[in-house]
């Protein structure tokens, strides 16, 4: 159970620094911005994913 929380921690942190690199790479680069926004809106997605999973485990234990 508790690598389902690690991961989930890790995706909260990808995504922040996603979106951190997407504010910086705005005026810059917005191909890259975007890409970046991209991996933000994936890794919040994956993030809750693996909530409802963990969650989901441990109701059933």
């Known amino acids: 159970?508790?690598?389902?929380?690690?991961?989930?921690?890790?995706?909260?942190?990808?995504?922040?620094?996603?979106?951190?690199?997407?504010?910086?790479?705005?005026?810059?680069n917005d191909n890259r911005a975007y890409i970046f926004l991209g991996f933000s809106v994936l890794s919040i997605f994956m993030a809750l994913f693996r909530r409802h999973f963990r969650r989901k485990y441990s109701k059933k234990s």
């Open 1 to 28: 159970m508790k690598h389902y929380l690690i991961s989930e921690i890790i995706y909260w942190v990808i995504a922040i620094i996603s979106i951190f690199s997407f504010f910086e790479n705005r005026g810059i």
